[in-house]
C-alpha cells in the first residue's frame, strides 16, 4: 500500500511503500531536460513509526539535485577536455572526489543562505541561559573554536561565548569558506569536542537555531575531509 506521495510535478514522483517487511522510499531523478536518470530505492527500516516526512522527502530530494547538478558540471568538462577548478584545493583530486568536494560545498552553501536569513532573535534562548543544557553548550563551544572567537582554554567561560552568541556570529558562520588559505580548523579538536553528538541527539535534546547550527558544523566538517584528501 501507498504510505504517501508527494507530486513533484515535472520532477516525478516520490512515493513510500511497504515491501519485504520494510519501507521504501522510491524517488524518481531527472536530468536538466526532465529526462528519466534512475530510480532511487531508499529502504528506511522496519519501524513504520520512522514513516518518512514530506519535510524530510524534500530534504533528501533536494541532496539529490545537488548531485545530479555537480554531474553535468562534470561531464560538461570532460566533454570539452578542459577541467576547470573551482578552487586549489580540486586541482591534485581525483575526479571522484572533485565530484564530492562539489556536492559538499553545494550542501554547505545551502545552509549557509538559510542562516543568512536567519532571525537574530531565534539564538535570544540559547543566550538565556546561565547554565546551558550539555548538549547546547558543546554545539555553541565548537562553533566559538572553529571560527576562532575563543581558544579552547576559554570554551568553559560561557559569560564570554554568550556575549558572541549575536547577528556578527550568523553573518560570520554564513561567509565562513572551509576551502580558503587563513582558516585552521583542527577536524581532529572538533571531533573530540563533539564527542560522537548526533543529529537526532541535538533535535531531541536542543532547540531548531541549535540544530541549525549543528548543521553548519557538520556541513563545514564534510567539506574539509573530501579536501585533505588531497
Same mark, same amino acid.
Do not use: G, N, T, Y
Given at each position: 500500500a501507498v504510505v504517501s506521495t508527494q507530486s513533484t510535478g515535472e520532477r516525478g514522483e516520490d512515493m513510500q511503500n511497504r515491501a519485504y517487511g520494510t519501507d521504501? &522510499?522510491? $524517488?524518481?531523478?531527472v536530468g536538466r531536460e526532465k529526462e528519466p536518470l534512475f530510480v532511487m @530505492? &531508499? @529502504?528506511t527500516g522496519k519501524d513504520k513509526a520512522n514513516i &518518512?516526512?514530506?519535510v524530510q522527502v524534500r530534504s533528501i530530494r533536494s541532496l539529490y539535485t545537488k548531485m545530479v547538478a555537480v554531474f553535468y558540471e562534470l561531464l560538461a568538462e570532460y566533454?570539452? @577536455?578542459e577541467k576547470k577548478y573551482e578552487n586549489s584545493w580540486e586541482e591534485p583530486l581525483p575526479d571522484d572526489l572533485r565530484f564530492a568536494l562539489r556536492f559538499e560545498k553545494r550542501v &554547505?552553501? @545551502?545552509? %549557509? %543562505? %538559510? $542562516?543568512?536569513? $536567519?532571525?537574530?532573535n531565534a539564538l535570544s534562548e540559547i543566550k538565556s541561559y546561565n547554565e546551558p543544557p550539555p548538549i547546547i553548550a558543546t554545539v555553541i563551544q565548537v562553533i566559538m573554536l572553529m571560527l576562532g572567537i575563543c581558544g579552547e582554554s576559554e570554551l568553559q567561560e560561557w559569560t564570554k561565548i554568550k556575549s558572541n552568541i549575536n547577528a556578527d556570529l550568523i553573518k560570520r558562520m554564513a561567509k565562513f569558506d572551509p576551502l580558503s588559505k587563513d582558516q585552521q580548523i583542527d577536524i581532529h579538536k572538533v571531533n573530540d569536542r563533539l564527542k560522537g553528538l548526533t543529529a537526532s541527539e541535538v533535535k531531541k535534546g536542543g532547540s531548531m537555531p541549535t540544530f541549525l547550527l549543528y548543521q553548519w558544523i557538520i556541513d563545514v566538517i564534510s567539506v574539509l575531509r573530501v579536501g585533505e584528501s588531497r
Open positions: 521504501h &522510499l522510491a $524517488m524518481s531523478i @530505492d &531508499l @529502504d &518518512l516526512k514530506p566533454s570539452s @577536455d &554547505l552553501e @545551502d545552509l %549557509k %543562505k %538559510k $542562516m543568512s536569513s $536567519m532571525d537574530i
